[in-house]
Each structure stands twice: as structure tokens, then as C-alpha cells.
């Protein structure tokens, strides 16, 4: 079993940019794949981006070009780096780790981002 604890959410201002992390513990970091969801109020959670140990990634198309997802595999950490960021943006974002062979799915407890137009 993995824990996850994001840090870094907070309010920015319409354009700017913010960091989230995600620290995981507890388990061996390269059997999973890690992620990151978000959701808004009254919406679904949905995909924002993800990330193999080998380091191939997936974006949601209306993130493509203005966040950035990496991970350090020696610290077994994931960063969200989010730019332009716009006031649709803003929801709670969740980490998440996927296990490559079980499909188990872990959850951070989420981190505030909001977006001021």
C-alpha cells in the first residue's frame, strides 16, 4: 500500500503559474504509475495527467502545452507544474497512483488550486 501527501495548491491569479507535489511512501514508488486528477465543484474527477517510472506521459487535451507532469524516482515524488493557468483550472487536485499490474488505485487528500480571473 502507497501513501501520497500533496503540497503546494493555493490561489494564483489568471496567467500565472504554481507547483504541486506529491510525495509517496509506504511502497516500492516504480510499481506505479502516477497521476494527477482534478475536480471541480458539482463535476467529475477527471484526469489531468499521468506518468510512467519510464517517464512516458498523457495529458488531457485542455492541459496540453501549459502543465507539465514529472517525477523523481529517487525521492518518489511527482510535481504538477502548471502554467497559464486559467480560472477553469481551478478545482482540487488529487494524486493518484496506479499500480502497473494490480490496477489498485491510491488517493492523495487532494490540494486546492484556485484560479482568479
Known amino acids: 500500500q502507497v501513501q501520497l501527501v500533496e503540497s503546494g495548491g493555493g490561489l494564483v491569479q489568471f496567467g500565472g503559474s504554481l507547483r504541486v507535489s506529491c510525495a509517496a511512501s509506504?511502497?516500492?514508488?516504480?510499481?506505479?504509475?502516477m497521476g494527477w486528477y482534478r475536480q471541480a465543484p458539482r463535476k467529475q474527477r477527471d484526469l489531468v495527467a499521468e506518468i510512467t517510472f519510464g517517464g512516458r506521459t498523457n495529458y488531457a487535451d485542455s492541459v496540453k502545452g501549459r502543465f507539465t507532469i514529472s517525477r523523481d524516482n529517487a525521492k518518489g515524488t511527482v510535481y504538477l507544474q502548471m502554467n497559464s493557468l486559467k480560472p477553469e483550472d481551478t478545482a482540487v487536485y488529487y494524486c493518484?497512483?496506479?499500480?502497473?499490474?494490480?490496477?489498485?488505485?491510491?488517493w492523495g487528500q487532494g490540494t486546492q488550486v484556485t484560479v482568479s480571473s
Open positions: 493518484n497512483a496506479r499500480h502497473i499490474k494490480a490496477g489498485t488505485d491510491y
Open positions: 509506504g511502497s516500492i514508488f516504480s510499481l506505479y504509475t
